[in-house]
């Protein structure tokens, strides 16, 4: 019968393919570095198993930041500022105003209704006129921003 035949034919088969995606196991490598100093091994043990939590990377209140200085869309002379509002605390808080500052000018903004929850962020467009001040030196690098902020239930 040709059944034995196929079936040695199929476990050699197999056997070859699980050689071949095993592979064989790499030898591991010899170094030519001399075996470390004791002292060393001693200033490894005595350090402290557990690192120190890390202080946090990143502003912890809330704050503002100029994103771009725009052409003003109905009137050229104007100015669209595009401040981001970001709240990186745990809490819900409320923006309640914000005064954007640059050289010896300024433009005070009021805010209604603009609840940011924690860690997210909002964009909005301020408009300012050359009648609020040199809008020739407005620019990102020179411009402040002071918050109107409360946070908390």
Aim: charged share 25%; proline share 11%; with cysteine.
């Amino acid at each position: 019968m040709s059944m034995p035949r196929v079936t040695r034919s199929i476990t050699v088969a197999f056997v070859a393919l699980a050689c071949a995606c095993g592979g064989a196991q790499p030898e591991p490598a010899v170094s030519d570095t001399a075996a470390p100093d004791p002292g060393e091994k001693a200033e490894q043990a005595s350090a402290p198993d557990m690192a120190e939590p890390a202080a946090p990377s990143g502003p912890t209140e809330p704050y503002a930041k100029l994103l771009d200085i725009k052409p003003g869309k109905d009137d050229p002379a104007d100015r669209r500022a595009q401040v981001e509002f970001f709240n990186p605390t745990n809490q819900t808080c409320d923006f309640n105003g914000y005064t954007l500052r640059w050289g010896d000018s300024s433009k005070e903004m009021p805010l209604e209704n603009v609840r940011i929850p924690a860690s997210n962020s909002r964009q909005r467009f301020l408009v300012v006129h050359p009648s609020d001040g040199d809008i020739g030196s407005l620019s990102v690098e020179s411009a402040t921003i002071e918050l109107k902020v409360q946070c908390g239930p």
